[in-house]
């Protein structure tokens, strides 16, 4: 996942600097005065989120699978554990009848 994160802060970083580029060339229009900044960071959200969509289709999928592979063995270790809590709690009470 931390894999997956960084390629997407490495295109977003990427749009960034082609929009502020643009803008500072004057291929794209300033924003409203201090507002320039801003107008850059949400052109490169908007710019950057279908490109990473499309480019990052296979390390998005990878890493979802990985998500899934650790919920199901968490999910395992849980049910293991219930298994054997309730294993104790049976011979405890079988002990006492």
């Avoid at 749009?15 to 850059?40: H, K």
């Avoid at 989120?49 to 890493?63: G, Q």
Wanted: charged share 25%.
């Amino acid at each position: 996942m931390l894999r997956y994160t960084l390629m997407r802060l490495g295109v977003f970083v990427g749009c960034f600097l082609a929009v502020w580029g643009l803008v500072y060339s004057g291929m794209l229009p300033r924003g409203l005065g201090d507002s320039n900044l801003l107008w850059v960071l949400l052109l490169a959200l908007v710019v950057s989120a279908p490109i990473s969509f499309v480019v990052l289709r296979k390390e998005r999928d990878r890493a979802s699978a990985d998500v899934v592979a650790r919920v199901d063995r968490a999910k395992a270790g849980l049910d293991a554990n219930r298994t054997q809590e309730d294993t104790a709690d049976d011979l405890a009470r079988a002990q006492r009848s």
